[in-house]
């Protein structure tokens, strides 16, 4: 027969500090775990929510990345009145020619320069990014040289509020609003007009023209007559699947990097669940004796022990999981590996990763309880029961 639940459950009970201890070193190491899946998913759902399901982005046939991309004016013109492509209220096509280029800005925080983006859009470019909203100021005036800073760029770096000036492509570029672009990449870019920054920066191409689609099920269609036209050598990716491409190189990086902590950091928390749990039978030979005297087999015994060092790992698991969710309600920074460019992104805390955390925090505790387990299952009875 079955040692009851309550049994293994009451027996960590009547050991609290040693429990306490125990389980707070696997909560640490489920925190770190669970902390760095969380940055990883974060950064993915970032660069998702940039982009918009209905619309293409096309690239220089062989480019990674927008700001490593040229398309020449006649090919933009040419991509942008495809019949594929919707129109907006104004009947022109809803499409937009934009050029991406990298400055360097001084951070609040640290005093030392970081890459931004600053993307040359036209008209149709707010129309196309419906996350993009106004939230202080106004709108950079056509032809001029104003421009308009995300939310991330006004806090973290210095003069980039409303009625300062920075000085880049050998001009100076005044400040006129501020936009919100909600937890996106866009919100740690800078917005100005592409006919204004493209001389300034010596360029004649656009890096990127970006598209709205009359129906998704048209991209097959505009894929195929962009890439076939030789005369454009271009790439044409869907907007979303773009921009979460440029979160795989960091996502893997940042994965790699947690789990090689993790695996460090649980050979301590594993090796104290052991030591616990041996002295736990040490403590309990005479009780473990009158168990197998009272008719429960080598096998409950075994499954008992192994059932406490479970509810020591899950104990611990939950803590660690409750502790990393906290990180939800902070903003990390970093240079996206893709762009070389500073980017913004939350602590994402998704139930596949809660479900993973939780998984692994019970595999500690399978391993560094189940010696103890078995030395407890083949303790022989006349023995143990002599010690009581």
């Known amino acids: 027969m079955a040692v009851p639940l309550a049994y293994s459950w009451r027996n960590l009970m009547t050991r609290r500090v040693t429990t306490a201890l125990t389980a707070g070193g696997m909560a640490l190491v489920v925190f770190v775990f669970t902390a760095t ?74 005093g030392k320069t970081s890459n931004v983006v600053i993307r040359g859009t ?30 991330v760029v006004a806090k973290g770096f210095e003069r980039a509020g409303i009625g300062d000036s920075l000085r880049f492509g050998k001009r100076d570029w005044t400040i006129v609003g501020i936009f919100d672009a909600g937890h996106t990449g866009f919100s740690s870019e800078i917005w100005g007009d592409a006919d204004q920054l493209m001389p300034a920066f010596g360029r004649g191409a656009y890096s990127i023209v970006v598209a709205a689609l009359r129906e998704p099920g048209l991209f097959g269609a505009y894929k195929e007559a962009v890439e076939a036209d030789p005369r ?58 009158t168990l197998r005297a009272l008719g429960f087999s080598r096998g409950s015994i075994l499954a008992a022990f192994l059932l406490e060092s479970l509810f020591l790992g899950l ?62 299952a083949r303790l022989n009875i006349v023995s143990a029961l002599r010690q009581a």
Do not use: H
């Open 37 to 110: 899946l969380m940055l990883a998913e974060g950064l993915r759902l970032t660069l998702v929510a940039t982009g918009s399901p209905g619309n293409v982005i096309v690239l220089r046939k062989g480019s990674e990345t927008e700001v490593q991309s040229g398309i020449e004016r006649p090919a933009a013109s040419v991509m942008t009145v495809r019949p594929e492509v919707a129109t907006g209220a104004d009947g022109r096509p809803l499409a937009a020619r934009e050029s991406v280029v990298l400055i360097g800005l001084t951070k609040k925080s640290t």
């Open 122 to 151: 036209e008209p149709a470019s707010l129309a196309l990014r419906p996350q993009v909203r106004l939230a202080a100021g106004r709108l950079p005036r056509p032809g001029s040289p104003e421009i308009m800073v995300g939310t």
């Open 232 to 289: 454009l050598q271009a790439e044409v990716w869907n907007e979303v699947r773009y921009y979460e491409k440029q979160s795989d190189m960091m996502r893997k990086f940042l994965t790699v990097l947690g789990v090689a902590l993790t695996a460090i950091f649980s050979l301590g928390a594993m090796i104290g669940a052991t030591i616990t749990m041996y002295s736990a039978v040490a403590n309990r030979v005479p009780e473990i004796g």
């Open 315 to 376: 104990l611990g698991g939950l803590c660690g999981v409750a502790l990393a969710g906290g990180l939800s309600f902070l903003t990390f920074s970093t240079t996206n590996f893709q762009t070389f460019s500073e980017l913004a992104f939350r602590f994402a805390l998704a139930p596949w990763i809660v479900a993973l955390s939780l998984a692994f925090s019970l595999v500690m505790g399978v391993v560094g309880g189940f010696l103890p387990a078995v030395r407890a």
